[in-house]
C-alpha cells in the first residue's frame, strides 16, 4: 500500500505541469522563509542576550553630605569628602540585589571609578582638579530571562527611590529600540510566512487537483479492480509530499549555502546543523501531504 | 448448487426514459452465461450495476456474502474483487505497458499469496501475451489489447469473469482466438458473464442464453 503509493506518487510526480512547478516554487519560498526566520530569530535571540548581558544599570551615590546624613547610622564618620562605612554600602547593595530582576550588583568606590578614568582618558585631566569629582557608584546587571520593555525601567526607577542614590543611568533606549525591532521583524516575517503558506497550500492543491482530473482512468481503474479509497487516494496525497520533499531539499540547500556562505566570509554564525536541514525537508513533506490529502479527499470521494 | 451471483427486481434508470428494469438472473460457479441484445439494451448498464460502478436503484445483488443494498465504501473493495471485468472500451492506461496495466490492478489485491507482479506475469502468460509485456497498447493490435483486458480481469483471480462485449471490436479469427480463450479460461473454473451482440460467434462454448430487450430480460 504504502509502496504502492510511493511509486504511483512518483509516477504523477515525473511528468509535472506547468502548476506543479509553481507549486515547487512556491513550496520551496516558504520554506526557505521558514528556515531563515528560524535562523534569524536565533540570531538575534543569541545577539540579544549578548546585549542583555553586557548592558548594565549604574546607580551613582549622592555626594550631598547632608542627604546622605540622614541615611547614615549617626555613628558613621563623615569626613572631608566622605567616606562611607561598610554597613551602610551593603544595605544598598542588599536592597538593589533584592529587586526581582536583579543578577548581580558591583560596588564602584570613588577611588576605583577615578582609576577607571585614568586609565581610559590619561592622568592629566584627572591631575588638573584638586579632588576626585566621581561618584562612587553600583554597577548592576540584570537578569538575563528579563523582559528588557519592562524590567530595565523598573529596576532603575525602584534603584532611584533608594535613599542614598543619587542618580540612575541605563542604555534604555538603545535596548528598547532593539526590543521594538525585534517585535515588528517579528510580525513582519509571521505574515510573510502565512502568505507563503496560503500561497503555496493553494498551488499545491490545485496542481494536486489537475493531476487528479487526468488521472481518472487510474482511479477508476484502481476501484473497480477493488482497490481501497486509499489506494486511490494514496499516489496523489504521495504527490504533495514528494513536491514538499523536493521544495524541502531545495529549501535546505539553499539555507545551508547561504550560511556557509556567511559562516566563512564574515566568520558569523555556525554552519546549520544537520537536523535543522532534516527538519525543514519533514515539514515540506507535511505542508505536501496536507494540501494533496485535501485536494485528494475532495475529488476523490465516492469510488 | 448455490449461485455465485444472483440479480433480484434490479432497476436502474438514467435521466430519460432509458436503463434497466425488473431485472432478475443468477450465474452459478464455472457456468457460461451470454447476455445478448441489440445496441442500446442495456448489457453495459447491467454489467456497472453488477459491479456497482453503477448503484440500483431498487431491487437487490447477492455476490457470495455481500448484498448491493446499503452497502458501505469500505466493502465496495471486497464486492469488487470477487469480479474481473473486461469492459467494452478497454480502459487502458495509454502510458503503461501491457504488464504496468495488469500490475496496477494487482496490486489492488493484497490478501493473494502471490506477490503482485508474480501474479501480473501469469496472466499474461494465460491470455498468451508473455512476449508483449513491454508493449504499450497503442504498440498493440487490438485482438492483443484484448487479451491484456483480459488478463488484467484475471489477475486476482475472481470467481465471475465480467466480459462486455470482448469480441466486437475484432476480426473473425482474432474472436476465435479470444473466444478460445475465454473457453479455456472458463474450463478452468471461472464463470462467464458475457455480453454480446453477435451470439453465434459464442456457440462452441455452450452458454446459457439470457435475452435482454430495452433493459428487460426478455427470456
Ligand atoms: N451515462 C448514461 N447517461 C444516460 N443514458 C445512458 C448512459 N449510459 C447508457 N445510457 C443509455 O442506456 C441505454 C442502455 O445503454 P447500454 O450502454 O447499457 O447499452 P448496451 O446494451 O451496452 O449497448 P451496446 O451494445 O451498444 O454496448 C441506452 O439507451 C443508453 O443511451
Ligand atoms: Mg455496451
Redesign the interface.
Known amino acids: 500500500m504504502i509502496l504502492f503509493s510511493l511509486r504511483e506518487g512518483w509516477k504523477n510526480f515525473s511528468n509535472i505541469s506547468i502548476i506543479g512547478l509553481l507549486s515547487l516554487i512556491s513550496l520551496t519560498i516558504t520554506l526557505l522563509l521558514i528556515g531563515f526566520a528560524a535562523r534569524g530569530f536565533i540570531l538575534i535571540e543569541d545577539w540579544k542576550s549578548g546585549m542583555l548581558g553586557r548592558f548594565e544599570i549604574e546607580a551613582f551615590l549622592s555626594e550631598d553630605t547632608t542627604k546622605l546624613r540622614q541615611v547614615l547610622t549617626p555613628d558613621a564618620t563623615i569626613l572631608e569628602g566622605i567616606t562611607l562605612d561598610s554597613t551602610f554600602l551593603e544595605g544598598i547593595a542588599r536592597q538593589i540585589k533584592a529587586l526581582t530582576d536583579v543578577e548581580e550588583v558591583t560596588y564602584v568606590s570613588k577611588t576605583a571609578a577615578a582609576r577607571r578614568f585614568t586609565k581610559q582618558f590619561g592622568e592629566e585631566l584627572f591631575d588638573l582638579l584638586e579632588y576626585n569629582p566621581l561618584p562612587a557608584s553600583y554597577v548592576v546587571k540584570l537578569k538575563r530571562d528579563a523582559d528588557p520593555s519592562k524590567s530595565w525601567e523598573r529596576t532603575s526607577i525602584a534603584i532611584e527611590e533608594i535613599p542614598g542614590v543619587d542618580d540612575v543611568v541605563y542604555e534604555g533606549d538603545l535596548l528598547l529600540s532593539v526590543d521594538r525591532f525585534y517585535r515588528s521583524f517579528g510580525t513582519v516575517v509571521a505574515i510573510a510566512v502565512m502568505a507563503a503558506l496560503i500561497v503555496s497550500m493553494l498551488l499545491t492543491i490545485l496542481s494536486v487537483q489537475s493531476v487528479i482530473r487526468s488521472k481518472e482512468e487510474f482511479i477508476r481503474i484502481v476501484t473497480l479492480s477493488g482497490g481501497t479509497r486509499w489506494m486511490a487516494r494514496g499516489p496523489f496525497v504521495m504527490l504533495g509530499a514528494y513536491y514538499g520533499i523536493i521544495s524541502g531539499l531545495f529549501a535546505a540547500g539553499v539555507i545551508s549555502l547561504i550560511s556557509w556562505i556567511i559562516s566563512i566570509s564574515w566568520e558569523l554564525g555556525t554552519v546549520m546543523p544537520l537536523w535543522w536541514l532534516f527538519l525543514i525537508v519533514a515539514i515540506g513533506a507535511v505542508f505536501g501531504m496536507i494540501g494533496a490529502g485535501w485536494a485528494a479527499g475532495r475529488r476523490i470521494r465516492e469510488v | 448448487m448455490i449461485d455465485l451471483i444472483k440479480l433480484l427486481n434490479v432497476n436502474y434508470q438514467f435521466n430519460g426514459s432509458s436503463g434497466v428494469s425488473g431485472i432478475s438472473f443468477e450465474v452459478k460457479p464455472s457456468e457460461f452465461v451470454l447476455m445478448v441484445g441489440k445496441t442500446g439494451a442495456g448489457k453495459t448498464t447491467l454489467l456497472k450495476l453488477i459491479?456497482l460502478?453503477l448503484i440500483p436503484a431498487s431491487g437487490e445483488i447477492f455476490l457470495e456474502k455481500f448484498r448491493s443494498s446499503g452497502i458501505k465504501?469500505?466493502t465496495?473493495?471486497?464486492?469488487?474483487?470477487q469480479l474481473g471485468?473486461v469492459y467494452q472500451d478497454f480502459?487502458l492506461?495509454r502510458e503503461r505497458t501491457a504488464l504496468e496495466n495488469v500490475r496496477?490492478?494487482a496490486?489492488?489485491?493484497?490478501n493473494l499469496p502471490n506477490r503482485p507482479k508474480n501474479r501480473s506475469l501469469k496472466a499474461l502468460a494465460r491470455v498468451g501475451l508473455s512476449h508483449k509485456i513491454h508493449s504499450y497498447p497503442d504498440e498493440l493490435s487490438t485482438g492483443e489489447q484484448q487479451r491484456i483486458t483480459i488478463a488484467?480481469a484475471l489477475v486476482?483471480e475472481p470467481f465471475l469473469l465480467l466480459a462486455d462485449e470482448p469480441v466486437s471490436n475484432l476480426d473473425e479469427e482474432t474472436s476465435i482466438e479470444i473466444i478460445e480463450l475465454l473457453q479455456k479460461l472458463n474450463q478452468a473454473g471461472t464463470a462467464m458473464l458475457v455480453a454480446t451482440h453477435q451470439p453465434e460467434r459464442f456457440t462452441p462454448c455452450q452458454p446459457r442464453y439470457i435475452r435482454i430487450k430495452e433493459g428487460m430480460i426478455v427470456e
Open positions: 459491479s460502478e465504501p469500505s465496495l473493495p471486497f464486492w469488487r474483487r471485468i480502459r492506461l496496477l490492478a496490486a489492488c489485491e493484497r488484467r486476482n
